[in-house]
């Protein structure tokens, strides 16, 4: 379903991503790792064009992109067929917890209002906050944010929900509420690709687990083969660092 082939980007004369090749099935949900640094955000973010890659092609389902000489209406139709959820929600703070969701299907798909807030009202209840329709962004915790962030990704149904370190801005009992919203889409079958460094949730709740270091993937495979029986030294290093708990069966 997508297909990353050769993706590069740089900053200046950082080279952030680095040939980057990766295939995800459909319904897969993919989890990236790694350490500051190592280009997950940037793949993330490039995936949409949010941020611009300097060479390679991405494909989601039948669209195919030249990254390097994409047409304004390739960038519009991948962005179509994306959603983003950020680390640090990206709410309008002058609308209510409803107006933010219906924003994108009024504004980018044009559906009508009434249509629109039908479709937010479904997915806002999907997510746990059906009281909370009215409120506005400072009246909701951290969590309850990020909650209508999901829901205003579900909302655009779009091919793959990318989640960019969803729970890294949340204080840590919160964590598990919107942990527990996303375990609940995983089931559904939606396509997610998720940066975290959330490991138990990782192992739960993924099919296949990536492992970024300086801008390449390092080892890639299903939760048990990269968290029980890593290959890559590299791999053991951080995973010995972020999870000590863990035993490998090497």
Known sequence: MITIQSLTKSFGKQEVLKSIDLQVQKGEVVVILGPSGSGKTTLLRCLNFLERPDGGKVSIGDLQVNCKKPS?????DLR???AMVFQHYNLFKHKTVLENVMEGLVIVQKQSK???REKSVQVLEKVGLAEKLNAYPSQLSGGQQQRVGIARALAL????ILFDEPTSALDPELVGEVLSVIRKIAKEGITMIVVTHEMNFAMDVSNHVIFMDGGVIVEEGTPTEIFRTP???RTRQFLKRITPELTYDI
């Open 157 to 160: 149904e779009p091919e793959v």
């Open 80 to 82: 179509k067929k994306t």
């Open 72 to 76: 304004k209406q390739e960038i519009y």
């Open 231 to 233: 290959k890559e030294e």
């Open 114 to 116: 009434l249509k629109a």
